[in-house]
């Protein structure tokens, strides 16, 4: 398995620090409003990377984080009125149901930042002692070009970043010692939430956060950390001399960053104000489709957002969902073993098919190409799988393609819905056979009508009847 690494700029063989066992963080988002589809980006990508890594026979321990404690966030609770925790809380909240919509499968674990501040404030202590971060007034700052290595994620010099920095100097930030240092711990301003620490009551910064968490979790060497494109600088390179600096330790071996999703050709984001949430997009389409399109482009190329895009995923969603629904229909029908002939009209192509799904993937995973073979053997299915065929073949075909859509975390098999009817009329059956004290039969029906969702219930009217 390849992947391309920011750090060395290559696709580099995948080899984990512990044999079977993947230890992987995402940067996760800032909860102060409801996540817009460029934030769903990383999120379906890298959630695709897992299920594909469990898939090959990894552990996979992910990790990824809310940021809790943000300026933005601050902003958000005075607007209204409210405490800052509340904001986050709400949002987080928020942001899980869509992942849910999206089949973004929860993390291992999804720490809190705020959570975790006696592990940031002694990683900064840390720093301090071995020279790497020095307080000013009550904030704390790293020493940036003590980090010998600083630039090597993002490839950027340190003299062009002192030129590109000298003119961007904040305010209140003259007391640094360099104009590159960044700060570890700001001191508590009116109004804001703070924590006792031994440089008073304040926050910690954005880029410690990451630090200590992933440190805490996963431990001081990770295999992957990942986020989107707009992280390399300054965030994960603060990461990376931060935790190496703290634990003299590479921190991790492969640094993997999505694209941009663009409007227009322009970055989705809040602070443009082109952007839409998933919950606008859930208004119109089936979040499976947004997840569909999103996987339809590789993660490194930029991909724009526009609804005709979204059609084609749909119908190419469709496409997979009409042939498996065939399929189901057949097994009903067809029966017995693998038939003469059918290893080469079926098998043969199937695995053929299978392996080449694999080597897209292995390939850093290039999930377009993957798409592809999906498609691919939907034809084969549609083709090749006929009423002359035996159950052993529309089994294998269903049952392949499902499994690649499942590594997708694509649903390729929709439950298909009963009509009101339909249920009525089991409804009648059972109680005929509870009657005919057949309960067997009635339990059988019960437990049916659950699995498609329908709730019975016995009261003393009679039984009714509720979708899940
Ligand atoms: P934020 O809440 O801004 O920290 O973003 C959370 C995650 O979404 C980060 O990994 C960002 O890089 C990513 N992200 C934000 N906007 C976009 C976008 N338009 N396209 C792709 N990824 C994005
Ligand atoms: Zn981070």
Same mark, same amino acid.
């Given at each position: 398995?390849?992947?391309?690494?920011?750090?060395? $700029?290559?696709? /580099? *063989?995948? +080899?984990?620090? @512990?044999?079977?066992?993947? %230890?992987?963080?995402?940067?996760?988002?800032?909860?102060?409003?409801?996540i817009h589809i460029g934030n769903a980006r990383p999120m379906i990508v890298f959630d695709t990377v897992r299920r594909y890594m469990e898939y090959k026979g990894y552990d996979v321990n992910y990790v990824s984080n809310f940021t809790d404690v943000d300026?933005?966030?601050?902003? $958000?609770?005075? /607007? *209204?009125? +409210?405490?800052? @925790?509340?904001?986050?809380? %709400?949002?987080?909240?928020?942001?899980?149901?869509d992942m849910e919509g999206l089949h973004v499968r929860p993390a291992t674990k999804h720490p809190l930042a705020t959570e975790e501040i006696g592990g940031m404030?002694?990683?900064?202590?840390?720093?301090?002692?071995?020279?790497?971060?020095?307080?000013?007034?009550?904030?704390?700052?790293?020493?940036?070009?003590?980090?010998?290595?600083?630039?090597?994620?993002?490839?950027?010099?340190?003299?062009?970043?002192?030129?590109?920095?000298?003119?961007?100097?904040?305010?209140?930030?003259?007391?640094?010692e360099d104009p590159l240092d960044f700060v570890l711990w700001k001191p508590k301003k009116e109004g804001e939430p703070s924590w006792p620490s031994p440089w008073g009551n304040g926050r910690p910064g954005w880029h410690i956060e990451c630090s200590v968490m992933s440190k805490k979790y996963l431990g001081d060497q990770i295999d992957i950390h990942a986020g989107g494109e707009d992280l390399v600088f300054p965030h994960h390179e603060n990461e990376i001399a931060q935790s190496e600096?703290?634990?003299?330790?590479?921190?991790?071996?492969?640094?993997?960053?999505?694209?941009?999703?663009?409007?227009?050709?322009k970055k989705m984001s809040k602070s443009l104000g082109n952007f839409f949430t998933v919950r606008d997009i859930e208004e119109k389409y089936?979040?499976?489709?947004?997840?569909?399109?999103?996987?339809?482009?590789?993660?490194?190329?930029p991909l724009n957002f526009s609804a005709d895009l979204m059609t084609a995923a749909k119908n190419g969603l469709e496409r997979i969902r009409t042939a498996v629904s065939r399929l189901v229909n057949l097994t009903k029908e067809l029966q017995g073993d693998w038939k003469e002939g059918e290893m080469e009209t079926v098998k043969e192509p199937l695995e053929a098919l299978a392996a080449k799904f694999d080597e897209a993937m292995d390939d850093d995973f290039?999930?377009?190409?993957?798409?592809?073979?999906?498609?691919?053997?939907?034809?084969?299915a549609n083709t090749a799988v006929t009423e002359e065929s035996s159950l052993a073949a529309a089994e294998a075909v269903r049952h392949e393609i499902l499994t690649l859509c499942d590594i997708l975390g694509i649903q390729g098999q929709v439950q298909e819905e009963l009509l009101d009817s339909?249920?009525?009329?089991?409804?009648?059956?059972?109680?005929?056979?509870?009657?005919?004290r057949d309960f067997a039969r009635a339990d059988a029906i019960r437990q049916e009508l659950l699995e498609k969702g329908i709730i019975l219930e016995d009261t003393r009217q009679g039984v009714t009847w509720k979708r899940a």
């Open positions: 398995m390849k992947i391309y690494n920011t750090l060395t $700029k290559k696709k /580099e *063989e995948f +080899v984990p620090i @512990e044999p079977g066992k993947v %230890r992987m963080y995402v940067c996760g988002p800032t909860v102060y409003n409801f300026d933005k966030i601050i902003k $958000k609770a005075n /607007e *209204e009125g +409210v405490t800052a @925790e509340e904001i986050a809380k %709400r949002y987080i909240a928020e942001c899980k149901k404030i002694e990683m900064i202590q840390e720093l301090m002692e071995k020279g790497y971060a020095y307080e000013k007034n009550g904030t704390v700052y790293f020493r940036t070009r003590k980090f010998k290595e600083y630039g090597k994620l993002s490839h950027k010099n340190l003299d062009d970043l002192q030129s590109g920095n000298r003119s961007l100097l904040v305010s209140g930030e003259e007391e640094k600096a703290a634990n003299g330790k590479e921190f991790a071996h492969y640094w993997m960053h999505n694209a941009f999703l663009n409007i227009d050709n089936d979040l499976q489709v947004l997840r569909f399109f999103m996987l339809s482009a590789h993660y490194r190329s290039n999930t377009a190409d993957a798409i592809s073979v999906i498609f691919e053997m939907v034809k084969l339909e249920i009525e009329a089991l409804i009648q059956e059972r109680t005929a056979a509870r009657k005919a």
